[in-house]
């Protein structure tokens, strides 16, 4: 399976500019016959910092029905691969509901997810609702087999209230015994605007660093059959917040964790990742 992670800065408000960036980031991309699935960023086209529903009013979009969702099946079409891309949703619902949500896509073109974010960071909870039951997304997706879907802080624990080592999104995928695992990402950095310019190839380690102990579980469960964990995180800064780029695809088998090929801090590029290839690092040892 091929998989690939795009990775840019979008800007806030600025939807069709930021689909013209994607675009032409992809354009430079080799992107390969036969790719499986592109993932991108939460919110990728919206931009994520708002801070009320009165300010991201005008770019809610209908559920699996605006913008965003016509992008992915077009690309998805035209590249005959899945994607997966973050949005903010509104239902038609009476009343409508705002979600934080990502729409996954099939080679033809079908809608097979559409997932809600289930743990909200303080930003979202200006303007979104909960997912529905505060349950992960975990099912067959087309060819991708099954598939646990997660958005950012979703990988956190509840509110940042409950214990560290529940491990909720972590605990789901071994319990759905999910063979990939996927999470489109606005995560932050602590870094500073200036820190991120300083050499914008080099990854956050830290936040990596990070991302890998929220997957203990699975490590700790030293399976013989790999699952995979694909990282889409976006770059860039938005008012004054600055996100840590980053994105990462990790192979975990028999308590271990390696590490195919990691982003840079600020770097806007596609990752192309061949899974059936060798990762390149360990990042953790079995046993």
Known sequence: ?????????????????????????????????DLDWLVLPEMAFSGYNFHSL????????PTTAGITTQWAIRFATHYACHVTVGYPELTLTTPPTQYNSTVTVSPTGAILANYRKTFLYYTDETWSSEGDARNFFSGELGTLGKVTLGICMDINPY???????????????????????????????????????QDPAKADFATIAYWVERFQPLVEKARDTPVYVILANRCGTEKTVCYAGSSTILKVEKGGVSLYETLGKNEEKCLVVDLNESPKFQVRGAG
């Open 1 to 33: 399976m091929k998989v690939a992670c795009l990775q840019f800065a979008p800007e806030l408000g600025k939807v069709q500019e930021n689909i013209r960036r994607a675009e032409e980031i992809l354009q430079r991309t080799k992107i390969p016959p």
């Open 54 to 61: 009165d300010e991201i009013r005008p770019y809610l979009e």
């Open 159 to 197: 509110k940042f209230i409950a214990p560290w080592t529940d491990y909720e999104f972590a605990n789901t995928a071994i319990n759905e015994d999910s063979q990939m695992v996927c999470v489109s990402m606005a995560w932050l950095t602590l870094l500073t605007p200036a820190e991120l310019l």
